[in-house]
T-cell receptor, first 114, second 109 residues
């Protein structure tokens, strides 16, 4: 059974056209993360929510926003996608943020910007 | 700065053993994770080490030396399905995961 679900799996958008990626989880985890991963690179943390508390990484561009309306769902909004935003976007969850807690990943959304 | 180093690519033969190394320099240490990532898919959890020594889990084992800032992932009896990238990630003093770029493992028959 899928535990972290991402939709869509593939998303094509045009330069500058807003796009929203969604993530849902059935694990009832407190923490939800959004990562950006480009080919052959490490995943880059954009931000995370601990419950309703939003934690933005210092180097995440303002073009990226997130919403978490409830425990199960989290959204990534890219307000004006540029060509450099083409990447795999990974959603992950964890029970909390203490040592040793595993992050569980969804299948990812591959974003193409035309 | 914080840094995780892994080889970019390794090649091994089906049925053999391969060791993937990871060295790290981070602000604090709260454990080291290994994840497997098949092409175009999400990372899946393999192992976690927080104390020095070897953790064995089936065909996969992971080793940690905190004093050396070093870990390795050992894969035995390699199968074609083990062809994937293997990512090393360290949890720092802020409980954030610092990720390596991954090692692409190619298995040949």
């Amino acid at each position: 059974d899928a535990m972290v679900i991402q939709n869509p799996r593939y998303q094509v958008t045009q330069f500058g056209k807003p796009v929203t990626l969604s993530c849902s989880q059935t694990l009832n985890h407190n923490v939800m993360y959004w990562y950006q991963q480009k080919s052959s690179q490490a995943p880059k943390l954009l931000f995370h929510y601990y419950d309703k508390d939003f934690n933005n990484e210092a180097d995440t561009p303002d073009n990226f926003q997130s919403r978490r309306p409830n425990t199960s769902f989290c959204f990534l909004d890219i307000r004006s996608p540029g060509l450099g935003d083409a990447a795999m976007y990974l959603c992950a969850t964890s029970r909390d943020t203490s040592g040793g807690v595993t992050q569980y990943f969804g299948p990812g959304t591959r974003l193409t910007v035309l | 700065g914080q840094n995780i180093d892994q080889p970019t690519e390794m090649t091994a033969t089906e049925g053999a053993i391969v060791q993937i190394n990871c060295t790290y320099q981070t602000s604090g240490f709260n454990g080291l994770f290994w994840y497997q990532q098949h092409a175009g898919e999400a990372p899946t959890f393999l192992s976690y080490n927080v104390l020095d020594g070897l953790e064995e889990k089936g065909r996969f084992s992971s080793f940690l030396s905190r004093s050396k800032g070093y870990s390795y992932l050992l894969l035995k009896e390699l199968q074609m399905k083990d062809s994937a990238s293997y990512l090393c990630a360290v949890m720092d003093s802020n409980y954030q995961l610092i990720w390596g770029a991954g090692t692409k493992l190619i298995i040949k028959p």
